[in-house]
């Protein structure tokens, strides 16, 4: 099932996409109260009958304040190569703030301390059950489903600062949507197309096949060093094709439209302007 937040007549909602059509959850529990729990889920999409057309309402971030939001660097072996990196021998982590976040639609704001802003399409995993020492082979019971996650990076403060929360958490930086599609429907994702299109131009084509670390494999190792939360999200990484890494190297500009699309997911869409 697909699962969304939106706003519609002034009021924020979740509920459940259907094709064309989304059915709010009326008078029932928070989101993540339920996330992790496929019975209670299905038992209120059977509950939920009223419809409303979902080019009608205003999608919004799927989970906008995880208890984590982790990134995942370097997990693709093809953008490994084009970055000039070693692959990984253990998945390479670092904290998002969640600050970052933005709703399909909203724009991205280009501060005027950085011209080097790029693009990253990612699987971002979400964790429907608190995770803790969990054992790869079952990791998927812990996840809930997926998003689409943009890791906008300033590389010019990537570079210089050696670390890489900051430029990957400006403000907007972080769009996510259009929805959480479950495990059910997804398994471990492990075969995925993930594309990304700048001004209508393919950027970024991959599968997830090429990452180095799957979905379980990091799920279980973020596990055995913290408390995965209910709504914490993994953001695993992105394929060949970002800017930096292009001759001569490309960035985002104001007026630039970019839209991300991972397959049996959906697509995320969000226009680009100056800070």
Excluded: C
Aim: glycine share 10%; aromatic share 8%; no cysteine.
């Amino acid at each position: 099932m697909r699962i969304a937040r939106f706003r519609a007549d002034g009021m924020e909602y979740w509920g459940f996409v259907d094709g064309d059509t989304v059915r709010p959850v009326t008078g029932g529990p928070d989101l993540m109260d339920v996330l992790g729990d496929p019975g209670a889920l299905g038992d209120l999409s059977r509950r939920s009958t009223a419809e409303a057309a979902l080019g009608s309402v205003d999608l919004l971030a799927p989970v906008p304040n995880p208890p984590q939001f982790v990134g995942i660097g370097l997990n693709y072996r093809a953008h490994a190569a084009e970055s000039g990196a070693a692959v990984p021998t253990s998945p390479v982590s670092f904290p998002f703030f969640n600050s970052s976040i933005i709703d399909p639609g909203d724009p991205i704001l280009l501060p005027p301390f950085t011209d080097e802003v790029d693009w990253e399409v990612e699987l971002g995993v979400v964790i429907g059950k608190s995770a803790r020492d969990v054992a790869v082979e079952d990791a998927l019971e812990y996840v809930a489903g997926y998003v689409i996650v943009n890791d906008v990076s300033a590389r010019d403060i990537q570079r210089t600062e050696g670390q890489w929360s900051r430029a990957k958490s400006l403000d907007t930086f972080k769009p996510m949507g259009p929805w959480i599609t479950t495990t059910d429907e997804l398994g471990p994702a492990d075969d995925l197309d993930v594309k990304l299109w700048v001004n209508d131009v393919l950027k970024q084509s991959g599968v997830t096949s090429d990452l180095i670390f799957d979905v379980p494999a990091l799920v279980s190792h973020l596990s055995q060093s913290l408390t995965l939360g209910v709504g914490a999200v993994i953001s695993t990484g992105t394929p060949s094709g970002v800017g930096f890494a292009r001759t001569p190297p490309e960035y985002l500009q104001a007026g630039d439209v970019v839209t991300l699309e991972i397959e049996r997911i959906g697509r995320l869409t969000n226009p680009v302007e100056a800070g």
